[in-house]
């Protein structure tokens, strides 16, 4: 299949709905899913972002920014995940804990608004990562319209390139929590602290980082092509002074670099059992 039939093929799926609230994270994918619903369906679409202590105040501010630029429906919903035991937990299957409190709101709204569908911003590339919140996606019954169009990321970037948008090439920014190294448990004061190192390193010019959160310690990932400049002694003590005042006793370079998900690699030694209700 082409990308025009993919693309007719998303097209169709969104128009048969008839009506849905698209779970928008300001990411690429659920983005996208946004912009075609929104062309497909007109006002028969709403935007839903869940805002919480997880969310980066200017990720947010770049979401909301993205659908007023677009005249996109969109509505804030907030969210109470930090009072789920199960998700401050923080086990392997913290995500599904967070997607079943995005989607449990998302369906009061639906019904409430009378739409007829939930949807989210899965893609084809996705169906085989460790996602526990694509189970809560299944258990609230939102559609993937993009798998169903058979849409790769590298494919939703294209589309997205093609209509102008300008987040086509934003990197991917996966929540604060996914940050906290599993068994340490969530608190607004550890996101806090998670947001604000970034926003530090950003600052200093790298824009493409993680700072991982184990406790004392922070693991900072930052893109291979900026390590080198990481590595310089200047550098290095401008990350340690932004750092530092931040609660952080020791600072670590990872050597690895930037890479999604990293935090997953403890995984192998923890079990990972699917969650069930």
């Known amino acids: ?32 899913l946004a912009y075609a619903s929104y062309k497909a369906l007109g006002n028969s679409m709403l935007a839903v972002i869940a805002d919480s202590a997880s969310l980066p105040r200017a990720e947010l501010a770049a979401a909301l920014a993205f659908t007023a630029q677009h005249s996109i429906p969109t509505h804030i919903l907030q969210t109470s995940e930090l009072n789920r035991p199960d998700y401050i ?51 609230h019954h939102a ?9 790769t990321k590298q494919e939703i970037r294209t589309l997205a390139r093609e209509s102008g948008l300008s987040l086509a090439d934003k990197p991917a920014s996966a929540c604060l ?10 608190t607004r004061e550890n996101l806090s602290q998670v947001e604000q190192a970034e926003e530090a390193l950003h600052t200093l010019g790298f824009t493409q980082v993680r700072v991982r959160h184990h406790g004392d310690l922070a693991r ?36 690895q670099g ?7 690699d403890a995984l192998t030694q923890i079990a990972i059992t699917p969650t069930t209700r």
């Open 177 to 186: 929590s996914s940050r906290i190294e599993y068994g340490r448990a969530v």
């Open 258 to 264: 930037y890479r999604s998900g990293s935090m997953n």
């Open 1 to 32: 299949m082409t990308l025009a039939e993919k693309h007719a093929l998303l097209q169709q799926t969104l128009r048969d709905l008839g009506s849905v609230l698209v779970a928008y994270s300001g990411g690429t994918d659920s983005a996208y």
């Open 220 to 255: 900072i990932e930052i893109a291979r092509e900026d390590l080198s400049r990481a590595l310089s002694l200047d550098a290095l003590d401008q990350i340690t002074q932004a750092l530092k005042p931040l609660g952080f006793l020791y600072i670590t370079l990872d050597t």
């Open 143 to 151: 559609v993937a319209p993009l798998v169903t169009a058979q849409l």
């Open 89 to 139: 937990r923080n086990d392997s299957q913290r995500c599904f804990h967070c997607k079943d409190e995005l989607f449990t709101h998302m369906e009061q709204a639906r019904a409430a608004r009378n739409f007829a569908h939930l949807a989210y911003g899965m893609n084809l590339d996705d169906r085989g990562e460790f996602r526990p919140g694509q189970q809560a996606a299944a258990l």
